[in-house]
């Protein structure tokens, strides 16, 4: 059997608005999501033994890895227990609110899907028992995100702008920034309206992250990062998920470049990107 591939891109929450908790005391959102042009990329063939290989970023290799919970949940699923080996390139910016490990899991549940022959619907039916983020991953593009991100609206997907993403050279676990949250309470986020929002975005508008007071409280280094980029890049930055990573956007993707080239040399990771209208898809 052939060996399949497939692209896994980023996301950034354009906004994230926190509700409060669930029944089951899970975070209830409200995220309008965009998938971007930054891609980890996933190698499948089946083997005689599973084998997860990682090139790149250094990322867990064992049960915690989202790659091999995807695939475990979806064997539980099916019944099918075809050892795999899978190889993943590895570079978007870990434990970086870009949901890496979400869109490696949507494209490993894609590329078993099509070797395996298991209906799509399957795919989509354990896809939010992996993490919250997936079932985006699957959809991409630009859509509303509501729930724990399992309740998914899909929208319309321009190319009017371009954005620069940068990661500080920190990490930030989504649960303790969640806890923060809940400690601060309603803590007022910075809002972005007006012409500091792309012209096919401004219906959204304004784009407030939420979890930006809890992440700051956090890492104090943060707000230095925000205002040191706001300063050389002369617009609103703006907070993906819990962070670190922060973005603003561009009139194209050249204009991005030259912005990546003035941010401060500490980076963790940076690219110019640009809004797709898939997410996690198999290539050639």
């Not at 996301?11 to 999501?33: E, I, Q, W």
């Not at 039916?125 to 309740?151: N, T, W």
């Not at 321009?158 to 940068?166: I, K, L, M, Q």
């Not at 401060?264 to 996690?280: D, I, M, Q």
Request: proline content about 5%; charged content about 20%; hydrophobic content about 50%.
């Amino acid at each position: 059997m052939m060996t399949e591939r497939a692209e896994a891109p980023a996301k950034l929450n354009l906004t994230l608005r926190v509700l409060g908790l669930d029944v089951g005391g899970y975070h209830t959102l409200r995220s309008l999501a965009q998938a971007v042009s930054w891609f980890d990329t996933v190698e499948m063939d089946v083997s005689s033994d599973d084998e997860l290989e990682i090139a790149g970023l250094e990322v867990p290799r064992g049960g915690e890895n989202l790659v091999w919970r995807a695939i475990e949940a979806l064997r539980a699923l099916t019944g099918i227990r075809t050892a795999l080996r899978i190889r993943l390139q590895k570079r978007i910016a870990v434990a970086a609110g870009l949901a890496g490990g979400s869109t490696d899991a949507a494209a490993v549940l894609l590329l078993a899907a099509k070797m395996l022959d298991i209906p799509l619907e399957l795919v989509s039916r354990v896809a939010p028992s992996v993490g919250a983020d997936v079932p985006f991953c699957l959809l991409g593009g630009l859509a509303m995100m509501e729930g724990r991100g399992e309740r998914l609206t899909a929208l319309t997907s321009a190319g009017d702008y371009a954005v620069a993403v940068v990661t500080p050279p920190f990490v930030l676990e989504t649960a303790a920034v969640f806890r923060a949250w809940d400690r601060l309470g309603d803590s007022k986020a910075r809002a972005i309206t007006g012409k500091a929002v792309p012209p096919s975005l401004r219906q959204f508008a304004p784009l407030v992250n939420d979890l930006e007071p809890a992440a700051l409280s956090m890492a104090r280094d943060l707000e230095d990062w925000i205002s040191d980029l706001e300063g050389c890049w002369e617009r609103p930055v703006l907070l993906t998920g819990s962070g670190p990573s922060l973005f603003a956007f561009f009139s194209d993707e050249q204009e991005a470049v030259s912005a990546l080239a003035a941010a401060p040399s500490e980076v963790r990771a940076g690219v110019s990107a640009v809004p797709l209208a898939t997410g996690a898809r198999c290539i050639e």
